[in-house]
């Protein structure tokens, strides 16, 4: 069981990540599955694979970076 001290440190963890999510569902399983094998060709975790398979696509669009001042 996490500490209250744990607990408020996975918060603020969390506050700083953007998460986004990839479901392959019943009509579109062959595509998953497909990922699947090619992932296990490559030498890269999933995430890894798909933030540059992302930013390539971005960055071919010509889609700027956001201007965040922290």
């Not at 969390?14 to 479901?23: D, E, M, P, R």
């Not at 019943?26 to 030498?43: F, N, P, Q, S, W």
Request: proline share 1%; glycine share 4%.
């Amino acid at each position: 069981m996490s500490s209250d001290a744990q607990k408020e440190a996975y918060k603020r963890y969390n506050k700083n990540k953007n998460t986004f999510a990839l479901v392959y569902g019943k009509k579109d399983k062959m595509d998953g599955l497909r990922l699947d094998a090619y992932l296990e060709t490559i030498d890269m975790s999933t995430n890894e694979y798909l933030k540059a398979l992302v930013k390539r696509d971005l960055d071919n669009k010509g889609i700027a970076y956001p201007n965040i001042e922290d």
